[in-house]
């Protein structure tokens, strides 16, 4: 309890009253003082009710704030220590209350626990005199304090006072270090001279020689030992867990393949089924109510946005009435010695602005011949013109002799195939100026050297100067055509076609074929591959076939698609397949009779076009007129027009509008018709130019902006821009004109067909005509057969007159006769 | 001639009704296969109908006016898709039953019309 005391006086808490009072309480130790705090004369108890009530120190009635003490006699205490005895509060304090040498003793109220207990008892006369009077000190140092401070500072010098013992010695007596035992003195001495000898170590094996170290073990020490009685153990319930692992059994891949048909019924079922009452009944019950809903999707299209298809156009870009073509541009090559005219006309399928032209010489064939020499000095080009320069042409495609046409590869933009007057066919690979090229509108002010490719020449580099570039192949004089090419296609990239004729479909994605038509009535396939076997030219084409047209007019332009159309030029459309079959009895491979002629153009048919929108219809412009076909219909053209004042020379289906095409006329006129407006004259006639129009291209850039490039003989080429009337179709022109060429479909079978009527009509006629005749014939046999009996019978009675006059036969026998 | 005398309202899932009185299918009667005939001809003859089909309850076409392959593959699929609707509207309400099954598409609209054994498939063009 001693040693426990000192804490709980520093613990300023409420305090552990319950603590307090189990150990005062039959103990004769001690009593509890503040010694430890400095107070040895206080001595805190805790006092109940009870005794605050014996000894009138009740809280808060007693003793107050103001005066929190209270002085009590000591007899009073005896009283308490005779009546309660040990349970009395005052019981541990009782030794000091005897011996205490004054009267009465202070007993205080400690309201604020300082002590740790609710009272506490001062037990010295010295400690009540300093608690009932304290000492004024400290306010007279206050005071002395605020007093000074105005008035100056005396030094006074410190003057000793005896030590006044406040406990500390015994805190340093405490903290301070002592020897608890005392300290052993050895003394060693040896002989000096063993002192500094030489020593040798050796190792010695300490277990070997006896005593050689002393070793004190462990042992355990009854003393010492400790059991545990108690131990915490923590314990956690975890599920069982069984490691198992499993391997499956690694097969080797397989390919699987499934195949699967439909069922079907037999014919044979199918009529039993069909025959039999389920179904009927079924499909009378049935029937009604899809009909019904026939019907109603006959009489209207309930899912139409009546207000969307009520908007006619959008904004209207442009001037509305304006419908002529605007000059926007045109080329004329300046430097070119002789006088050149324009073949053909190509846009490049990609770069804007950028078109490519073909250029040859004005002269006929009597007169090249004549200036063969001088010809073949001069390159024959193609030129590459931009909107950005009209004067200088980008580039310039040489090629061995005049092009007559050329195409764009449609898988690649860089590769041009031409055709050209002799027969050959040439090919121009740009890839490596495309960028230069592509960057043509930016004004072209770069200077970036190009990369030298040994298979072109390059001008010396300014960049104004055009660039001449080689073809990169021909194809040999020996294979190919005799005469002119008229005109080259690329295959599309979907189709391939082998030397028998048959089409495949095209893996590669690009275009790798040709066709080309010439005037020496073949037309030719041509694979721009490499062919299999190594040859030292890696891009010499290879010739496929050659389809031979057994009839002896040259052929002009065809137009390419999975069954294609040559054309002759006394104007007759052919229609043919281009299957090869072998013909049975020679073996040899032809071609499929053409199936149908149509002399239909008086002049030569220089375009066979299919239109951009249908599949099946196509235009063809020649001599003076212009038709229009539909495939599959073999009785004639769908519209034929009528004679036009000047020769039609070129036309083109426009790009946008599926009822208008543009034709170029030898006077350099340019007539647009529009099926919608007028089919049997131009819809508008322009002039462009005074000379004849060789050729057309339209080309759209974008919604707004679409070009139409037309090439004339002179071999200025203009750029003209296309208005927007003519550019953009109205809503349903396409299923407009779709009506117009099934009404001329029907048309046309309605004329066979009152052909055939008229035929039988004929016939008909005839054949009354016939029965006529033999009729009157019958009739008149037997009038004949009357006339006689009447001619006889006259002569019977002329001849009697006759006798009667003769007297030859008597009266009487007359009268016999009159009687008769 | 025989003459189905159910009136011409179109009747659900009264096979007994009919199963009561008709024959076994192998009883060939010519008047039936004409009407079967008549009725077809006339939905065929509609304004803008492409083709139309009759597909039994497994899917197997039994009678068309479009070639082979085009047949099966939309008796196929019909089939199915009409499996599938049918069972969605008896599931929502099991009182209830599939009566016809219009689907428009942006070419054409296709006409199913159920029953019990057989489906009828008809392929209009709507627009005009």
New interface residues.
Partial sequence: MATKTPKRGKKAARGKKAQNLTLPAGEETEPVNMESMGHPEIYPLVLTTKTQEIFKCRVEEDVTDEQPYKLINKETFFEDFKNRGPISDFYPVKKIIQEYPGEELLLVYDKDFKYGLNFYLIGTEEGKENYLNPPEVPEEQEEHKDYISEELYIYKPPVSKPWVSLGSEKEIEEESVKESTKQIRYMISRKRSRFGAPIKFSDQNASYVKDAYIECTAYPDKNFTLKQLEKDISMQVVPEIKDMSTQTKWTYPKNATTQYYPREFSEKEKKVLQQSKPLADFLESVSVSVEIALQQNEITNTFIDDWKSLAEDEGMFGDKSDTHLKEYQSFTDLHSPTEKMITCVSWHPTIYGLIAVSVAERLSFEERVHFSGKLLLQPSLILFWSFSDPIHPQLMLESPDDIFCFKFCPSDPNIIAGGCINGQIVMWDITAHADRIENIKSGGSRSKKAVLKPMFILEPDSNKEAMYIRHCAVSSIENGHKKVITDIHWLPDTFEINRVGSVFENRNGICCQLVTCSADCTVCFWDIRPQKPSTPQPTEKKKEESIEIPFDVPSTFLHLDLSWKPISKEGEVIYTDWKMERDPETGRLTTKKPVSLYTVHDGAVHTVQRSPFYNDIILTIGGWNVAIWKENVMSGPLLQSCCAPKRYTSGHWSLTRPGVFYIGREDGYVDIWDLLEKTHEPALSQNICITMITYIKPWTFSSKQQFIAIADYYGTLHILEIPWTLSRPSTNEMSSVNHYFEREVKHLDYVEQRKIIREEEKNEMELEKEKKKVKTYQKSKEQIEAELKADYESYLELEKSVLIHLGLIKLSEKMSYIDL | MVN?G?P????RSEGAD??GP??P??????G??E??EE??K??QS????IGNM?V?A??????TTLD?STT?QY??LLHQLTMKARSTVRDIDPQNDL??L?I?SKKH?I?V?P?K??L?I?I?N???
């Fill in positions: 189905v159910s011409p309202a179109p009747r009919r199963l008709s024959l299918g192998s009883r060939a009667v010519p039936r296969g009407e079967v009725t077809l006339r939905i509609h304004k803008g109908v009759v039994n497994e899917g197997i076409p039994i009678r082979n099966v008796a196929g009566t016809f219009r428009r609209e006409m019309a029953d054994e057989y009828l008809v209009q709507p627009c005009e």
